[in-house]
Structure formats: C-alpha cells, structure tokens
C-alpha cells in the first residue's frame, strides 16, 4: 500500500471484514502492522507492506479490505479491495 502526500497530523490504517463493501460492516478489524501515523505538517509519503495476513482470515469466502484516514478533520475513506480467501489442505499418504 503506498501513500502520497498526507498532511497534518493523521493515522491511516486498514481495515478487513467478511463480505461485500458496506458502510456497516459486521466484525470489521483493524491490521495493527497497516497503522501509519504522521505527526507532522510537511507532506508525507510511505509505503506499507502487509506480510503474513493469511493468520487474519479463518474463514474463506469474499472479503473485503479499506483504507481509512483520520485527521483532526474526520475519518475519511481512501479505497476498498475485495479479496476472495481460500483456505486449501492438502494432505498425501501411503496407500
């Protein structure tokens, strides 16, 4: 995830929940490793890579992801990503 230029004082984070976009979702969570705060008036960019998500999802099925920004302004909504998780086992044995 990369970010451009955001001022003042703001944290951005991501957050996930089962299903379709929705302005309620059920059960969202946030990804603490997606926390991005600025604390500072100069324009920033950074870049956030999300590694090892797959112990966030213990369900499969359709997902989706936002990106959410709050400055001392509001809460602003920057994007959303569906995602679709499947969880395969795959075992192999003797016969």
């Known amino acids: 995830m990369s970010l451009w230029r955001?001022?003042?004082?703001?944290t951005?984070?991501?957050l996930v929940y089962k299903g379709?976009?929705?302005a309620e979702p059920l059960?969202?969570?946030?990804l603490n490793a997606s926390m991005v705060g600025i604390v500072n008036s100069v324009p920033q960019n950074r870049t956030v890579l999300l590694k090892g998500l797959d112990g966030y999802f213990a369900d499969a099925g359709f997902h989706t992801m936002e990106v959410l920004h709050q400055t001392p302004f509001g809460v602003?909504?920057?994007?959303a990503q569906p995602l679709m998780i499947i969880n395969v086992i795959s075992v192999r044995g003797a016969p």
Do not use: N, Y
């Open 27 to 30: 059960d969202p969570f946030a």
């Open 6 to 10: 955001f001022l003042l004082d703001s």
């Open 20 to 22: 379709e976009a929705s």
């Open 76 to 79: 602003d909504f920057l994007g």
């Open 12 to 14: 951005t984070w991501v």
